[in-house]
């Protein structure tokens, strides 16, 4: 079966410290992985892909195919990063349609 | 604004009756999606389309639910009898099949409240 698994539904962390939003996954084949980010009052924005192995606003994730995990992490929390983050899955052979973790909301403690 | 618009943003209804959502994606985007989303959940997918047709439909999805998207541009979401469990956040995403990047843009949603 296909599923997102964010284990924590809340993480606090001070300023400056560093962030590591856990992501798993199960999936017989290869997928695709995203990180998308809402933050207060605002809708629903991708954060990044694991295919364009990017940084966004500091961010990274690794698609761990092993491991089947896609952690994001940031090494210095910023407040403006507090927000909900969820990780989401597309399977290659499908319709585009994505699967969702629960989501993880991301306190950023002054 | 150029963004994924839905309306209402809000809707309280009493069981029994019918509601319908409407969807208006970013205008050159050829792929819309419905998901529904409950408190403390992810979004979970409803129904895909590409274009006017209607390539995917979540077994999740009763027949009280049914989506449109008549002329390939807007798209309505209609649940008949509604029930409260149907009480949810509704969304729409869209996105262009030409970029390839299959990045989905998200509309502010549609709360349903059914009491």
């Known amino acids: 079966a296909q599923r997102v698994t964010q284990p924590e539904k809340l993480l606090s962390v001070f300023k400056g410290a560093p962030v590591e939003l856990k992501c798993n996954y199960s999936?017989?084949?290869?997928?695709?992985l995203f990180w998308y980010v809402q933050y207060s009052r605002q809708r629903l924005q991708l954060l990044l892909r694991h295919i364009s192995r990017e940084s966004i606003k500091g961010f990274t994730a690794d698609l761990n195919k092993g491991e089947t995990s896609f952690h994001l992490k940031k090494p210095f929390a910023q407040e403006e990063d507090s927000a909900m983050y969820y990780c989401?899955?597309?399977?290659?052979?499908?319709?585009?349609?994505?699967?969702w973790g629960a989501g993880t909301k991301l306190i950023i403690k002054p | 604004d150029t963004g994924v618009s839905q309306d209402p943003r809000h809707k309280i209804t009493k069981r029994g009756q019918n509601v319908t959502f409407r969807c208006d994606p970013i205008?050159?985007?050829?792929?819309l999606y419905w998901y529904r989303q409950t408190l403390g959940q992810g979004p979970e997918f409803l129904t895909y389309?590409?274009?006017?047709?209607?390539?995917?439909k979540s077994r999740l999805l009763s027949d009280r639910f049914s989506a449109e998207r008549p002329k390939g541009s807007f798209s309505t979401l209609e649940i008949q009898r509604t029930e409260q469990g149907d009480s949810a956040m509704y969304l729409c995403?869209?996105?262009?099949?030409?970029?390839?990047?299959?990045?989905?843009?998200f509309g502010p949603g549609t709360r349903l409240t059914v009491l």
């Open positions: 999936y017989s084949g290869s997928p695709e």
């Open positions: 205008s050159e985007h050829n792929r």
């Open positions: 995403a869209s996105s262009s099949q030409k970029t390839g990047v299959n990045e989905q843009f």
């Open positions: 389309f590409q274009n006017e047709a209607q390539l995917e």
């Open positions: 989401a899955l597309r399977g290659r052979d499908s319709n585009y349609q994505l699967i």
